[in-house]
């Protein structure tokens, strides 16, 4: 790992007098797999709207890829490389899987780059992003044909099509079964392996614990732990904040 892909300093967000972030201070490595952890309502997924541009903090500064990211909204941000899964997948249910990933394809790598794309390239692409995540014997099949997991991987592939340097996998496990959730964690890993840096925000620590490499922990608003998995969960604020006594 080298210098920090994404650098967030000092990011502050309130709605109305409600303070949803206070100074959030947050670097990720290049190739670097965080694990963003906290109870419901500690501030994961705003922090994760204000570093994708969906929400705009009202302090500090978030920088991707050595820039800086105020001012750009988020298809601007995923057109640098960072992209995000949603915990509820909403996939274009009168498309097959091979057609809802050449959506996303279409609209981030094309429009990045500019280059015209050929049919045959498109479909190529399609075709291999299917089978990066295991799905590429229901490439034809209608999102209602596929299972929950399955679901969970056309997810994760569509934020994939973007060809992104940074994904945030926002629980992508939720609700699945225990060999599921191993299944998920194998993909997360694979896809880190091949150069894609990822920040998991998820409940199920099992996962959390055998996916990060580190784990910052927010809570109210604050980070109150950044550092080697078994040495936050073993924080004595942590512990009394988030996993319980």
């Known amino acids: 790992m080298t210098d920090a892909l994404l650098h967030v300093e000092n990011v502050g967000k309130r709605f109305g007098g409600f303070v949803a972030l206070e100074g959030i201070n947050l670097s990720v490595a290049q190739g670097e797999r965080v694990g963003l952890i906290g109870p419901n309502g500690s501030g994961k997924s705003t922090l994760v709207n204000c570093m994708c541009g969906s929400l705009t903090n009202e302090t500090g500064t978030v920088h991707f890829d050595g820039h800086k990211m105020d001012g750009l909204n988020a298809h601007q941000r995923t057109h640098r490389g960072m992209a995000r899964s949603f915990q509820l997948p909403r996939p274009f249910t009168t498309l097959t899987v091979k057609e809802n990933l050449r959506i996303p394809l279409l609209y981030t790598v094309y429009a990045r780059s500019g280059t015209h794309m050929s049919q045959a390239d498109i479909n190529s692409r399609c075709t291999e992003l299917a089978g990066l995540v295991g799905l590429a014997g229901k490439a034809d099949k209608y999102p209602l044909d596929l299972t929950q997991v399955e679901m969970r991987k056309l997810e994760l592939a569509r934020a994939l099509a973007a060809d992104p340097k940074l994904l945030i996998a926002d629980e992508s496990m939720a609700g699945l079964s225990h060999s599921e959730v191993t299944d998920i964690v194998s993909l997360l890993i694979k896809l880190n392996e091949r150069g894609i840096t990822i920040i998991l925000i998820e409940h199920i620590m099992r996962a959390v614990m055998s996916f990060s490499q580190r784990l910052v922990v927010l809570v109210s608003g604050k980070k ?21 006594e």
Request: hydrophobic share 40%.
């Open 224 to 244: 109150i732990a950044d550092g080697k998995p078994d040495q936050v969960v073993n924080n004595p604020e942590v512990i009394g904040a988030y996993l319980g």
